[in-house]
T-cell receptor, first 112, second 114 residues
Framework: NAGVTQTPKFRVLKTGQSMTLLCAQD?????MYWYRQDPGMGLRLIHY???????AKGEVPDGYNVSRLKKQNFLLGLESAAPSQTSVYFC???????????FGSGTRLTVV | DQQVKQNSPSLSVQEGRISILNCDYT??????FLWYKKYPAEGPTFLIS?????DKNEDGRFTVFLNKSAKHLSLHIVPSQPGDSAVYFC?????????????FGTGTRLTIIP
């Protein structure tokens, strides 16, 4: 039982490049979330999904897109990376009836 | 507009003493509060939680207190151990039914001094 797996763990991008971060969970959770963690800012919600085929904007959605084509996967896309998107990205999931999230181990992204 | 605030970025405590981490919130519609613990290069892990209808919840060495009138919660760790050294985030649940999400504070780095 792997829990929440994030791919890749590290990545360096050049400004303007695109990439997709993958989050996969094997717990049959309905809800999935993408957060970013920045120094002094805590964890801020980018986008989330309450079920397969649904997505919604969080607190800081600009510059990101997401897709939830399969229940177990939640993809975060950066179409044109900017240095301001340098951050650690965390994916999380939960079942509908639970309060707490299960987090992945994070993706450290640097945009130069 | 930071709805959940942790005003102490860091805290150092002697091993065996009590650690008290504080969190303030502004949204009175939050109905559930959680504390997460995070080690370097790992994701946050759930520690303890409390419903807005309670004022205290205890789990072993960890106790969370909620003061709704002051919109304040605190996490007490006693006795503190070296393995407790980590970053602690408080989080509050809000949103419409079926659309709930957690809002996190900025975190407090706790260092336990042997």
């Amino acid at each position: 039982n792997a829990g929440v797996t994030q791919t890749p763990k590290f990545r360096v991008l050049k400004t303007g490049q695109s990439m997709t971060l993958l989050c996969a969970q094997d717990m049959n959770h309905e809800y999935m979330y993408w957060y970013r963690q920045d120094p002094g800012m805590g964890l801020r919600l980018i986008h989330y999904s309450v079920g397969e085929g649904t997505t919604a904007k969080g607190e800081v959605p600009d510059g990101y897109n997401v897709s939830r084509l399969k229940k177990q996967n939640f993809l975060l896309g950066l179409e044109s990376a900017a240095p301001s998107q340098t951050s650690v990205y965390f994916c999380a999931s939960k079942i509908q009836t639970n309060y707490g999230y299960t987090f992945g181990s994070g993706t450290r992204l640097t945009v130069v | 507009d930071q709805q959940v605030k942790q005003n102490s970025p860091s805290l150092s405590v002697q091993e065996g003493r009590i650690s008290i981490l504080n969190c303030d919130y502004t949204n009175s519609m939050f109905d559930y509060f959680l504390w997460y613990k995070k080690y370097p290069a790992e994701g946050p892990t759930f520690l303890i939680s409390i419903s807005s209808i309670k004022d205290k919840n205890e789990d072993g060495r960890f106790t969370v207190f909620l003061n709704k009138s002051a919109k304040h919660l605190s996490l007490h760790i006693v006795p503190s151990q070296p393995g407790d050294s980590a970053v602690y985030f408080c989080a509050a649940r809000g949103g419409l039914f079926g659309n709930e999400k957690l809002t996190f504070g900025t975190g407090t780095r706790l260092t336990i001094i042997p």
